[in-house]
Structure formats: structure tokens, C-alpha cells
């Protein structure tokens, strides 16, 4: 267990619906990664936040946003959902950035249908 | 932009033989290094990392890894692989910024078979 909790576990949707994907990081960790795998894209980095503010992104939607609240969780709003978004999606958490170790969570499979 | 190149999408190996899972990235400078570990259906549990100094490091379950800075590797091994370590493993590479801003980059993955 590695003290990232992500919830649900599984999501089944409807195209042009909108989700809400939550992380709770560990204890004390003060940076929250969101990272997309797909079959076709491999493991993705979408958006970073630290402390309540974003920080870095990567390939991440427009239809896609995040935000961190001050308890330090976090969600993941995806929105106009497309079959394409099927994936499983990560959280991580770590105590500062990347020079510190990085822990994930068990995922959130989407299905879109 | 940092990139990871794991060459080898299926390795299969006998239980108890030896093993080495190749990984080559590409960074302006000297960058973070991991590989993770992903059993079905679990998230990715990280084996090891290198940051900086001795190039050959040790990590969780017998592996350890080696950095090539003149080959821009980081190979994974492990001297005698167990049923127990079939999975999907994962290198991957961050960039050093000071406020280790930037998310991971991941290679595509090395599925290992363990053969009886």
C-alpha cells in the first residue's frame, strides 16, 4: 500500500458526459501528480500541483482540468468525455518535487461507451 | 524534451536465470532516474532511483541498476529472477529543475514472462 488513495476504483461513462476523478496523497506529501496510460500512449504526465497550485503540465486536455484543495487533495475533471479517454488514470503524490520519491495510487480505470 | 526508449517490449525468462531490462534516455543534463514495477491491475511501485553519485544503485526485491552517463543508459538487473517478478516494468526520467516542477517521462515498457 502505497498510501496514495484514488477513487473510484472503476468508471463506466457515456461519450459527452463528465467525471470527477479524486486522490487523497500520503500523508505529509505536498505534490500531486496526475499521469494518464493508455494502450496506444503508454504512461502520460498530465499536470503537477504543489501546495494548492499548479505547477507543471504536460500533455493535458482542454477538456481536462485539476485542482488541489487546501486538505491537499485533489481531482481531476474531465469533461465532453470521447471514446479515446479510456484509460487508467494515476495519481502520485511525493514530499516536494521530483528529488523526492514519487508514490502511486492504484489507479481509476474510465470506460467510456 | 526528455525522452525514454525501453527496446525490448516482451523478455522472456526462465525462473532463476539472470536478467537485464534495457533503458536509454535522452536529457540535456543529468537527469532523475527510476524504473517502476506494475503487477495487473496494481499502480507502479518504484524499484529504484538514481539522483547522483555512485552509478551503480540498489533497490526494493534483489534488483539494482546501472548509470551509463557516456551510453545514456540505465539498465535494470537482477541475478536470479523469481516467478513472483512477471510484470510490466517501467524507466523513467525527471528533469532536474530546481523545484522539481516536471512530471515523470515514461518509457513504453518491458513485459517480463517468467518461465517455469
Known amino acids: 500500500d502505497s498510501g496514495v488513495t484514488q477513487t473510484p476504483k472503476h468508471l463506466i461513462t457515456a461519450t459527452g458526459q463528465r467525471v470527477t476523478l479524486r486522490c487523497s496523497p500520503r500523508?505529509?506529501?505536498?505534490?500531486v501528480y496526475w499521469y494518464q496510460q493508455s494502450l496506444d500512449q503508454g504512461l502520460q504526465f498530465l499536470i503537477q500541483y504543489y501546495n494548492g497550485e499548479e505547477r507543471a503540465k504536460g500533455n493535458i486536455l482542454e477538456r481536462f482540468s485539476a485542482q488541489q484543495f487546501p486538505d491537499l487533495h485533489s481531482e481531476l475533471n474531465l469533461s465532453s468525455l470521447e471514446l479515446g479517454d479510456s484509460a487508467l488514470y494515476f495519481c502520485?503524490?511525493?514530499?516536494?518535487?521530483?528529488?523526492?520519491?514519487?508514490?502511486f495510487g492504484q489507479g481509476t480505470r474510465l470506460t467510456v461507451v | 524534451a526528455q525522452s525514454v526508449t525501453q527496446p525490448d517490449i516482451h523478455i522472456t525468462v526462465s525462473e532463476g536465470a539472470s536478467l537485464e531490462l534495457r533503458c536509454n534516455y535522452s536529457y540535456g543534463a543529468t537527469p532523475y532516474l527510476f524504473w517502476y514495477v506494475q503487477s495487473p491491475g496494481q499502480g507502479l511501485q518504484l524499484l529504484l532511483k538514481y539522483f547522483s553519485g555512485d552509478t551503480l544503485v540498489q533497490g526494493i526485491k534483489g534488483f539494482e541498476a546501472e548509470f551509463k552517463r557516456s551510453q545514456s543508459s540505465f539498465n535494470l538487473r537482477k541475478p536470479s529472477v523469481h516467478w513472483s517478478d512477471a510484470a510490466e516494468y517501467f524507466c523513467a526520467v525527471g528533469a532536474q529543475s530546481g523545484g522539481g516542477a516536471d512530471g515523470l517521462t515514461f518509457g513504453k515498457g518491458t513485459h517480463l514472462i517468467i518461465q517455469p
Open positions: 502520485a503524490s511525493s514530499v516536494r518535487g521530483l528529488n523526492t520519491e514519487a508514490f
Open positions: 500523508s505529509g506529501d505536498l505534490s
